[in-house]
């Protein structure tokens, strides 16, 4: 049931192929249906999914290549199941505002549908080969999407830049993955294979602090990780929109996805031995893309950099290596994919229906606007963490989880989320919603039909739905997260269980 | 004698032999086809080979001839190369007239070269099938008698040709004369004493190599490459940078990492940095290129630095990945030239031509991105699982000296450095204006190369165990 999720989407994509090319209407209708079909079975897979069952459900082996120990293995643990639920969500809406793209319809449905499929079919994977070779399916039509389709004077280069940056990024990725498989002596690139044999000998230490660093800046270079992230903002103020969403959204998780499924649980001496540069690293993040963000004059480039921001957040929980810590930030990969989409999916249509996205050009649009005005403030609303969204919910238990190794970095972070983040979010709200209505947009007019507001309101009451219910999410993330920090001897994992209890988070509120 | 054991060669040269009297004698109106009989006898030899099977070693020529599992795949290998170049071939028959028919009987004699080789398991078997596979390019090279630059692409491949073949025939000697056998077999024992730390005996092996690095293009032996592929006509140079040089590395396989492993083994180190200057000089120099077949050329010498990398690995698994990657090497570089024949016709090879490919023809365009893309390493096509194997094979070796560290950290190097100027020419042909507008043809046998190929592509790199446990057989017939 799992395969089907990223099978479908390409198995229509290699039918589109066959397609002629000025049925560009069918072509969005049949990924329409593709992403819905993909959508329903993440949610049912969501909620048949059994948190108090320890290991991989719904999972599927099957060897592939013999020689090398690649196996075909799929399936769903606590960390993936959530992931998958936000990427197909995210992948459905991104299919809806597809519809916008009035040029070769057929090539660019094809590719959102490889794109999709690609990397939920990364976050299916319990084998490092697919694992990787499944977000190289993804990556390589955002490059395509980005130069073909995308927007502004920068595209060629901004499309140069983020194919040259997270190229390398793959290749260092690929290049700690071998090593990873050569040092770990057990012939086999299985996930679950390697953790079992690496439990009992682990790779020795020398070997895990060379590995780890390599996977970090890989992993780093493809999740913007400080100061490897200059490609993202400019790549997605370039980008057409459903590329954007797919990208920030869902793509970009890999990174996160790949450091809590094989740098954390199979090295942890080099997690250990690297956490606190990781944890420098993402002050970066937090306080110096934050602090660029509120320069910004663009809303792409802003919510563009707010995005590279947020993932700090997400790198502190991993450093922070507790059960808490990791389960926030797992909470943060999916709320930032679903605000993100949002984010991104908004300026698209602000760009479509006004021209531009410069503050100056903008302003007073909420009176004319009331539906897609509101969504802006929400996303921004979410963006700086307000109460109420699971990007808050997220960024609580990591303070909470970081806070023990690395209390000073919290309240930078603490600085840079609420403080920083509320400084540009509001702002920019306050450029382009109020104020005075500029005279050359007096005739422009908010999303009409139920079907223009649908993939906005998916998102935004997902994004409630998890920040009012978090227990949903976290019950079904923590015992995965107890698995991984096994190997990581932090005796204060055990100690630190109990605040995860949700009648606390409940509390904390 | 065994003669049963040459069939595949004796079919091929009575194959050239046929299409040489065809030639001379034949109707005028069978002329034109001389290119499909040569097709139809490439494909029936290739049929014949699968009665072979890959197990089982037979010997010939008192020794000097042997049939395993390496030369079998290799055989292969040179059989379907010849028949995508000849698929090629006739397309550049139908679009630019008439081709002679020795050019057809020369690509099949270099063919028996290379099959030759693949079986030389004496010095003298190795020399005597490397000339027939050179000599036949010499002609081949400069097969256009009217056009200055095939005719100076043909003097430089001669003399460095015939340098590289000096330099052969004095390292037989050398070790003809430290080990007093020229089988391959003997040399192996010999090396059982002394002469495993001779000087003369390295000097010779050394100067073997360097007729041989000729040949594959290996550093400091890579000068003629770009000039001669610029020069030589299409066909032909794809002939060269494949079948050539697959000749060049089967060669190396049998008698280095086989015969004289004990010996090349301490060269570990040295063969790591040839591998690294091989890899850094291609791809650095390919940078700048305007000339698409000079840019292929320079990226033939870098794809040469991958596979000398699994030779540098001295290892079973690195022997596999050689086969493995020469395959897809193989594919995506026949789909270039099946491309190239199309958009270019005898003019200027400047890849300003590429721009907007997209617009003029989708089908080219994507085929032409896959070979680049391929090329460069990017899943899901075979060249990335080709690279993953090569990678892998000498990240398995560090612990025998960390050098293989840098050798993986400059591979990586190189591929990110290729994938700069790849993507340079895929950016040309999707966001690039056309220059021109004028229709392109492609006929039917060009359709069929492209398709093969690209079906090749996808396929090994989306299901690729048949041909990896295909190639470790191979790589296991040779005792290690």
Redesign the interface.
């Known amino acids: 049931m799992v395969n089907w999720i990223f099978l479908i989407p390409i198995i229509v994509a290699v039918a589109l192929l066959f397609l002629p090319r000025r049925w560009g209407t069918v072509a969005w209708f049949a990924t329409f249906i593709a992403m819905f079909v993909s959508m329903v079975l993440a949610i049912s897979v969501f909620f048949k999914f059994d948190p108090s069952v320890t290991g991989i459900q719904f999972e599927h082996k099957s060897i592939w290549v013999q020689a090398l120990g690649i196996n075909f293995h799929t399936g769903v643990d606590g960390i993936n199941v959530g992931l998958l639920l936000m990427g197909a969500i995210v992948a459905f809406t991104a299919s809806c505002l597809s519809w916008d793209i009035k040029t070769r319809e057929k090539e660019f449905s094809i590719l959102l549908l490889l794109m999709s499929g690609g990397i939920l079919g990364a976050f299916a994977s319990f084998d490092m080969f697919f694992f990787y070779f499944f977000h190289e399916l993804a990556l390589i039509p955002t490059f395509i999407m980005i130069g073909v389709w995308g927007q502004g004077e920068n595209k060629n280069y901004a499309t140069f830049q983020i194919t040259i940056y997270l190229t390398i990024g793959a290749l260092i990725t690929l290049f700690g993955l071998i090593l990873l498989y050569v040092k770990s002596n057990a012939n086999t690139f299985d996930i679950v294979d390697l953790s079992n044999t690496l439990a009992k000998r682990q790779i020795e230490s020398q070997g895990q602090s060379l590995i780890f660093p390599i996977l970090m800046v890989g992993f780093g270079t493809l999740v913007s990780l400080f100061p490897f992230y200059s490609w993202a903002p400019p790549g997605y103020a370039a980008a057409p929109a459903p590329a954007a969403m797919m990208h920030a959204g869902v793509i970009k998780k890999f990174g996160l996805l790949g450091f809590l499924r094989i740098c954390v649980p199979l090295l942890p001496q080099g997690a250990i031995e690297w956490s606190h540069i990781l944890a420098v690293l993402c002050v970066g993040n937090m306080l110096y893309c934050g602090w660029v963000a509120m320069q910004q004059k663009n809303l792409n480039l802003l919510f563009g950099f707010s995005s590279v921001a947020h993932m700090g957040f997400a790198f502190l929980g991993i450093a922070s290596l507790t059960v808490i810590g990791v389960t926030g930030a797992v909470v943060i990969m999916i709320a930032h994919g679903l605000l993100a989409a949002l984010s991104f999916g908004l300026s698209g249509w602000y760009q479509k229906q006004t021209g531009t996205l410069e503050f100056d050009k903008m302003g007073g649009f909420l009176k004319r606007l009331p539906f897609m005005g509101t969504a802006l403030l929400i996303a921004m609303f979410a963006g700086c963490g307000l109460p109420g969204f699971a990007n808050f919910v997220g960024e609580l238990l990591v303070f909470f989880g970081a806070w023990k190794d690395f209390s000073f970095y919290v309240v930078l972070g603490a600085w840079g989320a609420l403080v920083i983040g509320a400084i540009y979010m509001l702002s920019a709200a306050r450029k382009i919603l109020h104020g005075e209505l500029k005279p050359e947009f007096s005739r422009i007019r908010d999303a009409q039909t139920f079907w223009r507001k649908i993939p906005y309101s998916i998102l935004i009451a997902t994004l409630l739905f998890f920040g009012i219910f978090p227990v949903i999410l976290t019950k079904r993330i923590e015992p995965s997260v107890k698995i991984i920090l096994k190997a990581v001897e932090k005796p204060e994992n055990q100690a630190q269980m109990k605040p995860l209890a949700p009648t606390k988070i409940k509390k904390t509120k | 004698m065994n003669t049963g054991v040459l069939i595949l060669e004796i079919c091929a040269v009575l194959l050239g032999l046929i299409i040489l009297i065809l030639e001379v004698s034949a109707p005028s109106y069978l002329k034109g086809g001389l290119g499909i009989i040569t097709l139809v006898g490439l494909a029936l030899i290739l049929l014949f080979s699968y009665t072979f099977t890959p197990g089982f070693i037979q010997f010939a020529f008192g020794g000097a001839y042997v049939m395993d599992g390496l030369a079998l795949f290799s055989k292969k290998f040179f059989i379907a190369t010849a028949i995508l170049v000849v698929l090629l071939l006739i397309h550049t028959e139908r679009q630019n007239g008439f081709i002679p028919g020795e050019y057809y009987a020369l690509i099949v004699f270099a063919l028996t070269g290379m099959m030759f080789a693949a079986s030389a398991n004496h010095l003298v078997m190795l020399f005597v099938s490397i000339e027939l596979v050179t000599v036949s390019f010499y002609i081949l090279t400069g097969f256009r008698k009217q056009n200055r630059e095939s005719l100076e692409a043909a003097i430089k491949y001669l003399i460095f040709g015939a340098v590289s073949s000096a330099f052969l025939i004095f390292g037989i000697a050398l070790v003809y004369g430290t080990s007093g056998t020229m089988a391959f077999n003997g040399i192996a024992k010999s090396l059982g004493g002394s002469t495993l730390h001779s000087a003369i005996f390295h000097t010779g092996l050394g100067m073997i190599l360097v007729g041989l690095g000729f040949k594959i293009a290996m550093f400091p032996f890579q000068l003629w490459v770009p000039d001669v592929y610029q020069g030589a006509p299409s066909p032909t140079t794809a002939f060269l940078a494949t079948g050539s040089k697959a000749a060049g590395f089967v060669l190396i396989i049998r008698l280095f990492l086989n015969t004289a492993e004990p010996a090349i083994a301490l060269w570990r180190e040295q063969l790591i940095v040839i591998a690294i200057l091989t890899i850094l000089y291609g791809n650095l120099c390919a940078i700048p290129q305007r000339n698409i077949k000079r840019l292929i050329g320079y990226s033939s010498i870098a794809h040469a630095g991958y596979l000398l990398m699994g030779i540098a690995t001295i290892a079973t698994d690195g022997i596999a990945s050689i086969l493995y990657y020469l395959v897809v090497y193989m594919l995506a570089v026949v789909a270039m030239f099946g491309v190239i024949a199309v958009l270019f016709k005898g003019e200027d090879y400047d890849i300003g031509k590429f721009s907007g490919l997209h617009q003029r023809s989708p089908f080219l365009a994507m085929i032409m991105t896959c070979a680049l893309?391929s090329l460069a390493g990017?899943?899901?096509l075979a060249g990335?699982f080709g690279k993953?194997l090569l990678?892998?094979s000498a990240?398995?070796q560090?612990d025998l000296t960390s050098s293989y560290y840098y050798l993986?950290?400059i591979a990586?190097v190189g591929?990110?450095i290729s994938?700069?100027y790849y993507?340079k020419i895929i950016?040309l042909i999707?966001?690039g204006e056309p220059t021109d507008q004028t229709k392109l043809s492609i006929s039917y046998p060009l359709v069929v190369l492209l398709v093969l190929c690209m079906a090749g592509m996808l396929c090994y790199g989306i299901i690729?165990?048949e041909l990896?446990?295909a190639a470790?057989l191979a790589a296991k017939s040779i005792a290690m």
Do not use: G, H
Request: charged share 15%; aromatic share 22%; proline share 11%.
């Open positions: 893309a990017i899943p899901p990335f993953f990678i892998k990240a398995l560090v993986v950290a990586i591929v990110a994938i700069y993507f950016k999707y966001w690729p165990s990896v446990d470790k």
